[in-house]
């Protein structure tokens, strides 16, 4: 598992943004497809964002695109999430995550069903994330 440090979270009124950081302490996020995932008490996890390695495209569920940004910084070794317009229904713990693709450019995870992402490991202990109405 990939060690990583996440960041960011807080307590916001709707409307209002966040920055979500996730930092890899021991190694990069080369050949890495990455995504990000929430979860709240008693439901399941959910993919909300995905990068694929293979084709640098980012993906987004639908209840987060058009509010939500996932970026790489390399250079620093971390993934963010910018979340915008944030909805009291975007409460969650966030988490990031991923799978090493051993540099195989067929590597495709992200372009098919977003039920999919969740295969992916996730990594580190999350961020609280709380929006009030």
């Known amino acids: 598992q990939v060690k990583v440090v996440e960041s960011g979270g807080g307590l916001v009124q709707a409307g209002g943004s966040l920055r979500l950081s996730c930092t890899a302490s021991?190694?990069?996020?080369?050949?890495?497809?990455l995504a990000w995932f929430r979860q709240v008490p008693g439901k399941e996890r959910e993919g909300i964002s995905c990068?694929?390695?293979?084709?640098?495209?980012?993906y987004y569920v639908d209840s987060v695109r058009g509010r939500f940004t996932m970026s790489l910084d390399n250079a620093k070794n971390t993934l963010y999430l910018q979340m915008n317009s944030l909805k009291p229904e975007d409460t969650a713990t966030y988490y990031c995550?991923?799978?090493?693709?051993?540099?195989?450019?067929?590597?495709?995870?992200?372009?098919?069903?977003?039920?999919?992402?969740?295969?992916?490991?996730?990594w580190g202990q999350g961020t609280q994330v709380t929006i009030s109405s």
């Open positions: 990068l694929s390695w293979s084709d640098g495209r980012i």
């Open positions: 995550g991923g799978e090493g693709t051993g540099g195989d450019p067929t590597h495709d995870v992200c372009s098919g069903s977003s039920s999919r992402w969740t295969d992916l490991e996730q």
């Open positions: 021991e190694e990069t996020f080369d050949d890495y497809t």
